[in-house]
Nanobody, 127 residues
Framework: QVALVESGGGLVQAGGSLRLSCAAS????????VGWFRQAPGKEREIVAA????????YYADSGKGRFTISRDNAKNTVYLQMNSLKPEDTAVYYC????????????????????WGQGTQVTVSS
């Protein structure tokens, strides 16, 4: 089993930036795929970005392409989501998840591939 802790959320003005962190304890991220998901009020939880830690395969949803970047720090066993040029529609609770490490984009982009979830961190972007 693995425990996930997200941090880095907050309130920012439109056009600003945030860096979210997902730190793992109990197990190394090297054996997992790690994804970032978000859920806004009244909407379904959706994929933002994902990475297969071992293989280095990444996936980005269209909503964040060109603005968001997922990265890893092996020494810290941490995955980051850098979010630039934030928009009010990015407002949501952002969740980190870990699951099966398969170097196929369609697999790591599917929330059904993930077994472990963090508690989420709130991101609010004001106009």
């Amino acid at each position: 089993q693995v425990a996930l802790v997200e941090s880095g959320g907050g309130l920012v003005q439109a056009g600003g930036s945030l860096r979210l962190s997902c730190a793992a304890s109990g197990r190394s991220f090297s054996s997992y795929a790690v994804g970032w998901f978000r859920q806004a009020p009244g909407k379904e939880r959706e994929i933002v970005a994902a990475i297969s830690w071992r293989a280095g395969v990444t996936y980005y949803a269209d909503s964040g392409k060109g603005r968001f970047t997922i990265s890893r720090d092996n020494a810290k066993n941490t995955v980051y989501l850098q979010m630039n040029s934030l928009k009010p529609e990015d407002t949501a609770v952002y969740y980190c998840a870990a699951g099966q490490s398969v170097p196929i984009q369609a697999v790591i982009a599917d929330k059904g591939s993930y077994n472990y979830w963090g508690q989420g961190t709130q991101v609010t972007v004001s106009s």
